[in-house]
């Protein structure tokens, strides 16, 4: 049993996953801090806005920021939801880049296909067009 469940941990599939999910993390955490060091605080120039503190108080208390906010009681942070927003964005759009650039580089590497072969009634027409045409 040890053995089959080492040889299932070592094929090709399961061990790609697992570096694709470690890979995938840290590209997380990149897009995370390119979005709220970068993204955000240029959109929040342009628009005099700051995401982080975009909420509804949902108790009768009032807050001046997120934090106290949620210190209070209920709070919808809508603010937070756009950022994640920007975030998937910002991921779905470097996703579909990299699927591009790799189905690119298939494409060129890879040879053309090969004809497939003709079936038994292609086959048995051209012998029959064959022999129409040496008569």
Do not use: C, W
């Not at 910002?90 to 003709?118: H, M, R, S, W």
């Amino acid at each position: 049993m040890l053995k089959e469940f080492r040889d299932f941990a070592m094929k090709g599939n399961v061990v790609d996953l697992a570096v694709a999910v470690i890979i995938g993390a840290a590209f997380g955490a990149i897009v995370q801090s390119l979005v709220g060091d970068i993204v955000m605080p240029i959109i929040g120039a342009f628009g005099k806005a700051d995401f982080s503190n975009y909420f509804i108080q949902l108790t009768g208390e009032h807050a001046t920021n997120l934090t106290d906010a949620k210190k209070a009681g209920a709070v919808l942070a809508y603010g937070s939801f756009l950022t994640y927003v920007v975030n998937f964005v910002i991921i779905a759009f470097a996703l579909f880049l990299v699927i591009k650039l790799i189905n690119t580089l298939k494409k060129q590497d890879a040879p053309p296909p090969a004809p497939p072969a003709p079936t038994k009634t292609e086959v048995l027409l051209q012998e029959i067009r064959d022999a129409l045409v040496n008569k």
